[in-house]
């Protein structure tokens, strides 16, 4: 199986500085690490995946650095604004058929 | 982007009764998903579905949960009979490959009394 812890559960930080949310995964064969935003009401939408070919992947204002060695991965939002106040999940997968373990999620509450 | 669509995107029913949640995933994707998602938590992994069969299933997916597409129609999660504790907000995802992006739909919140 695979267990993926995430921290932390609540982020708070004022508007225009960056934020950070930290996975770390049990399973060495994990291959794919998406992170979903999830806004009250709605479903999870992916925003950046990283995969274990890679170590750093970077979109629109979004960072992330994968560490296999580690077993770890980060999101890293650079220059927040308050639309990106919403729950954060970070997901490992590991099989073929893409079944996601999904992190606990993080909180991100950015204030103007 | 992709769209997913879900219906019910409620459902009250009383514990004991069947239902059924339908999802209309995308129309060229080939891998199918149910997760569970109670309130403030994160979203588990149900099952997983490609080519008309079962490929993965949690313990999650107990004994009174099935999973079907026919002919390509709805994808569809029975439970029967529900139970209290199958109160949550049911997510459906579908992506093209198997090791592809997973898209969600809007869900269905299911609450059993």
């Known amino acids: 199986g695979e267990q993926v812890e995430q921290l932390p559960s609540i982020l708070r930080v004022q508007e225009g500085s960056s934020a950070s949310i930290n996975c770390t995964y049990e399973?060495?064969?994990?291959?794919?690490f998406p992170w979903y935003k999830q806004e009250p009401g709605e479903n999870p939408k992916l925003i950046i995946d990283?995969?274990?070919?890679?170590e750093r992947k970077q979109t629109q204002g979004l960072i992330v650095l994968l560490d296999k060695k580690a077993k770890r991965f980060s999101l890293h939002i650079t220059d927040t604004q308050p639309g990106d106040s919403a729950m954060y999940f970070c997901?490992?997968?590991?099989?073929?058929?893409?079944?996601?373990?999904f992190g606990k999620g993080t909180v991100l509450l950015v204030s103007p | 982007g992709p769209k997913v669509l879900q219906i019910p995107s409620h459902q009250i029913i009383d514990m004991g009764q069947m239902v059924t949640l339908n999802c209309d995933p995308v129309?060229?994707?080939?891998?199918f998903y149910w997760y569970k998602q109670i309130l403030g938590q994160q979203m588990e992994f149900l099952v997983n579905?490609?080519?008309?069969?079962?490929?993965?299933k949690s313990k999650l997916f107990k004994d009174q949960f099935s999973v079907e597409r026919p002919d390509g129609s709805y994808f569809t999660l029975k439970i029967q009979p529900t139970a209290l504790e199958d109160s949550a907000v049911y997510f459906c995802?579908?992506?093209?490959?198997?090791?592809?992006?997973?898209?969600f739909g809007p869900g269905t919140r299911l609450l059993v009394l």
């Open positions: 995802a579908s992506s093209p490959g198997g090791g592809n992006t997973q898209y």
């Open positions: 399973n060495s064969a994990s291959n794919y």
């Open positions: 990283i995969r274990s070919n890679m």
């Open positions: 997901a490992a997968s590991n099989s073929g058929y893409n079944k996601l373990t």
């Open positions: 129309s060229n994707h080939l891998y």
């Open positions: 579905f490609y080519n008309g069969k079962v490929m993965e």
